[in-house]
């Protein structure tokens, strides 16, 4: 199996951690989203899209590199992300990014989410929250993740 991963980690490296364990079990690298012409991910089977979450939203660049892949893909594809709040279950921050994807002819196996450092204003004032994720158990959640992918199936989820 071909993968790669797409991610702008841009904030304190939180969401490449996570990127780059579900790389290593998965054999692949791990791009920001200049790095790759949209048109050629259609040389893969596997493809990850990731980011941060900013106001409960993927970031634009990634947003940007999925509007710009052309439709009619037929590869799986999996989203992760890190926030500095809990994904709700009422209101996901992975559904529009997924049914874009989806829209676009994806195949998206499953989604994985965990906490990281957030600092943005007002949690700067108290120097952040979450200063210590993802953690230990955070990246051994995103390897079971990855490991699940590899397998062919979902196994996962919010970690």
Request: glycine share 14%; proline share 7%.
């Amino acid at each position: 199996m071909k993968a790669v991963i797409v991610c702008a980690s841009v904030s304190h490296g939180n969401t490449r951690r996570v990127a780059e364990v579900v790389g290593r079990v998965l054999s692949a690298p791990v791009v920001e989203p200049e790095q790759l012409d949209p048109a050629g991910l259609a040389d893969y089977d596997l493809v990850g899209f990731g980011s941060g979450i900013f106001t409960g939203r993927f970031h634009p660049r990634l947003r940007a590199f999925v509007r710009a892949v052309p439709e009619g893909q037929r590869r799986r594809a999996f989203v992760f992300a890190t926030s500095g709040l809990p994904e709700l279950r009422v209101r996901p921050f992975t559904r529009p990014l997924v049914r874009q994807l989806e829209g676009k002819g994806f195949e998206v196996a499953d989604a994985f989410s965990c906490r990281g450092l957030d600092t943005w204003l007002p949690f700067r004032l108290v120097g952040g929250i979450n200063k210590a994720r993802p953690h230990g158990g955070d990246l051994a959640a995103a390897r079971a993740f990855a490991e699940g992918l590899r397998a062919g199936g979902p196994d996962g989820g919010e970690g």
